[in-house]
């Protein structure tokens, strides 16, 4: 199976606008893979799109792909979310009646209950439904659903409002975390008995430079307690034994280019972990 990192940035763009520092401004002359649009996945054997961050139309159209099939939410944050009206694409307007190729959106339990009170999430879905541009289906925690053979399962993980998603099939495992691992254990049916093939997750805040060990957040910076740092994402990936990692969302305040990333996948692998970091366009066979 085939998975494209149609976006590998995070809940801040590369470039960031108005921001000239090294890593905005190589984005801004070079474009990818030093620039970063906000973080979504497709699936391609499942034809499933993963989140839907604001530049989600110019991701899916800069993709090549002629029709979304489906789509699931991992959580309701703007990031991940503002970039809906690419289910426009689903009409064709230059005929009369208009057809319609709808996509089947996944909201699960949580995801659905917070699309109705927050950003007009659940007004706009079914605005949407009633154009035939998105079938809406809410998923009740533990269900799964399937796509050409594979099941996608989502589950929440210890931040109880964001979704991870288990995908089996072909004798394959593959995770999908878009966000928010904070405080997470990967449980023992994840880790299972056969290895992950890949385990596709968020790298988390760079709290110390991983070349020069400053300090780049202040300790007693909250977002050190709401988010993971790239440290606890290693040790879930030390535990997660997975054939492959990719961590992507990837924030501009990391301050790290792309070939910082290179660079310090290279360090990982020395270490034994099998980690690449995501860019725009990365396409990942399992
Ligand atoms: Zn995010
Ligand atoms: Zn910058």
Redesign the pocket.
Same mark, same amino acid.
């Given at each position: 199976m085939l998975i494209e990192v149609l976006g590998s940035g995070g809940a801040t763009g =590369?470039? =960031?606008p108005g @921001?000239? @520092?090294?890593? @905005? =401004?190589l984005?801004r002359t070079r474009g990818v893979p030093y620039s970063r649009m906000g973080p979504s996945y497709f699936v391609h054997e499942l034809g499933l799109l993963i989140d839907t961050p604001e530049e989600s139309r110019l991701q899916v159209d800069r993709a090549g792909l002629t029709h979304i099939p489906a789509c699931i939410y991992s959580h309701w944050h703007p990031d991940h979310t503002m970039g809906r009206r690419v289910f426009e694409m689903n009409v064709t307007l230059r005929s009369w009646p208009p057809v319609t190729h709808p996509t089947e959106v996944y909201l699960p339990q949580q995801v659905a209950a917070d699309a109705r009170a927050h950003l007009g999430l659940w007004e706009q879905l079914s605005y949407m439904q009633s154009r035939g541009m998105v079938r809406i289906h809410e998923l009740r925690d533990g269900e799964s659903f399937a796509l050409n053979g594979w099941t996608v399962r989502p589950f929440p993980l210890r931040e109880t409002y964001v979704y991870a998603f288990m995908l089996e099939g072909d004798g394959r495992r593959v995770l999908i975390a878009p966000d928010e691992l904070v405080g997470w254990q990967p449980p023992a049916e994840v880790v299972g008995s056969q290895p992950l093939d890949l385990a596709l997750l968020p790298m988390g805040l760079v709290e110390f430079d991983p070349f020069s060990g400053d300090r780049l957040i202040p300790a007693e910076h909250p977002i050190l307690r709401s988010e993971a740092t790239l440290e606890q994402t290693l040790d879930m990936v030390r535990q997660l034994h997975a054939r492959r990692v990719v961590l992507g969302h990837i924030e501009?305040?990391s @301050?790290l280019t792309h070939d910082d990333y290179l660079a310090l996948a290279g360090r990982l692998q020395n270490d034994g972990l099998p980690v690449t970091f995501a860019y725009d366009g990365m396409r990942i066979e399992v």
């Open positions: =590369t470039p =960031t @921001c000239f @520092c090294r890593v @905005c =401004t984005a501009e305040p @301050c």
